[in-house]
């Protein structure tokens, strides 16, 4: 008896939103009481959404949230890096919250090393749609 045909099969990949991900997110921060923290993105569509959000999540909670300010960072005029490491070194959070693709997070963590903004002492959430899809972890 031959085997049965196998149909193909279909595979479904489902991501969380940008919502879902950042009120997990805060409850994390609550959860270390982390309250203070800073908003970083780039110019990835969505990013002002992503803004837009925080300042919902923070200002409808009662949580004492110290919320120290948004960078925007323009990555595709700025290829040697130097105005992100110094607009990531006016960030005075110790935790911060990146909106950005995955090509464009390696870009920022390379200029946050470099800054010496990467190390112990600093904690970074980084939300985005497309960041998983790869086998292969980032260098930074």
């Not at 991501?15 to 409850?27: A, D, K, P, Y």
């Not at 948004?70 to 935790?95: F, H, K, S, W």
């Amino acid at each position: 008896v031959p085997p049965p045909q196998e149909k193909g099969s279909t595979f479904l990949q489902l991501g969380s939103s940008t919502e879902q991900q950042l009120q997990v997110i805060f409850e994390v921060l609550e959860e270390y009481d982390w309250t203070s923290f800073a908003v970083v993105t780039t110019l990835l569509p969505g990013y002002e959404d992503f803004v837009d959000y925080v300042e919902v999540l923070t200002d409808s909670s009662f949580i004492g949230w110290e919320h120290r300010g948004v960078v925007t960072l323009n990555l595709t005029d700025d290829p040697e890096g130097a105005r992100t490491r110094r607009q990531l070194r006016e960030v005075t959070a110790q935790i911060r919250l990146l909106y950005c693709s995955r090509e464009e997070a390696e870009a920022v963590f390379r200029a946050a090393r470099d800054a010496g903004l990467a190390g112990p002492g600093y904690v970074w959430f980084v939300v985005g749609t497309n960041l998983g899809g790869s086998e292969q972890l980032p260098e930074h």
